[in-house]
Each structure stands twice: as structure tokens, then as C-alpha cells.
């Protein structure tokens, strides 16, 4: 299998969807709809969040999530689980998020916890 990965710019999610009685406006999913309806602002997932996939050919793909996003007192979550924390969150538990292990060191050496985006420790 050809381990090339294509990338597609705009997710399936964007071709599908659902009209909102609540704020008149689209969504991804039936989530997306249920939260607008419960007074959450809706927006998409960030590009930092890719899905991997293969396509007919059996190429490695990979998509951009563009899910429904919805916010609460600590963060946001998409219809897809991918959960990013705010910056005041980050701030009054204590860690950020760093994105290699010399970013981590960084942050340590000032007693601040580094995360990775996948939630563990790095």
C-alpha cells in the first residue's frame, strides 16, 4: 500500500448539511442542532484536527475535521470527541499544551505542565 498521504482540503462534514429550526443557519450533525437548540454557539472544528482515512484507490488520505464545535466552561468539543482546552482553563490548572518534547522542557523548567494535543503528558 503507498504510504503517500493526499490531503483533502474541506471534510465530508461540509457537504452535508442539516438546516437548524433554532438559529435558521446549517449544521454538520444532528449534535451540532441539539446543542444550538441548548443555547451553545456552534462553530467548526480548527484545521489542527485531521482524520485519517484511505480512498478508493487505497491511498492514504487525510481530511480536515470541520465538524460542529460547541463550548463550554472549559474548552471546546466537535462531534467527533476532539476536545481543546481554553487558554484561561490551561492557565488555572496549571499546564499548556506543547507541541515537541523541547517545548515541553520549556514549560517544565518554568512549573508549568506540558500536555501533548493528544491529552498525555509529553
Same mark, same amino acid.
Given at each position: +500500500? =503507498?504510504?503517500?498521504?493526499?490531503?483533502? %482540503? *474541506?471534510? /465530508?462534514? *461540509? #457537504?452535508?448539511? &442539516?438546516?437548524? %429550526?433554532?438559529?435558521?443557519?446549517?449544521?454538520?450533525?444532528?449534535?451540532?442542532?441539539?446543542?444550538?437548540?441548548?443555547?451553545?454557539? &456552534?462553530? !467548526?472544528? /480548527?484545521?489542527?484536527?485531521?482524520? /485519517?482515512?484511505?480512498?478508493?484507490?487505497?491511498?492514504?488520505?487525510? #481530511?480536515?475535521?470541520? +465538524?460542529?464545535?460547541?463550548?463550554?466552561?472549559?474548552? *471546546?468539543?466537535?462531534?467527533?470527541?476532539?476536545? =481543546?482546552? *481554553?487558554?484561561?482553563?490551561?492557565?488555572?490548572?496549571?499546564?499548556?499544551?506543547?507541541?515537541?518534547?523541547?517545548?515541553?522542557?520549556?514549560?517544565? !523548567? +518554568?512549573? &508549568?505542565?506540558?500536555? !501533548? +494535543?493528544? %491529552?498525555? !503528558?509529553?
Amino acid at each position: +500500500m =503507498n504510504e503517500e498521504a493526499t490531503f483533502v %482540503g *474541506s471534510s /465530508p462534514a *461540509s #457537504e452535508h448539511k &442539516i438546516s437548524c %429550526g433554532n438559529c435558521k443557519g446549517h449544521h454538520n450533525s444532528p449534535q451540532g442542532v441539539r446543542k444550538c437548540f441548548e443555547g451553545k454557539e &456552534i462553530g !467548526s472544528c /480548527p484545521d489542527q484536527y485531521y482524520l /485519517p482515512g484511505y480512498t478508493e484507490d487505497g491511498l492514504r488520505m487525510i #481530511e480536515e475535521c470541520a +465538524m460542529d464545535l460547541w463550548y463550554d466552561d472549559r474548552g *471546546s468539543t466537535c462531534t467527533n470527541g476532539h476536545f =481543546n482546552a *481554553s487558554m484561561e482553563t490551561q492557565y488555572r490548572e496549571g499546564w499548556r499544551y506543547a507541541d515537541c518534547p523541547e517545548e515541553a522542557a520549556n514549560l517544565r !523548567s +518554568m512549573g &508549568i505542565d506540558a500536555v !501533548s +494535543m493528544r %491529552g498525555d !503528558s509529553i
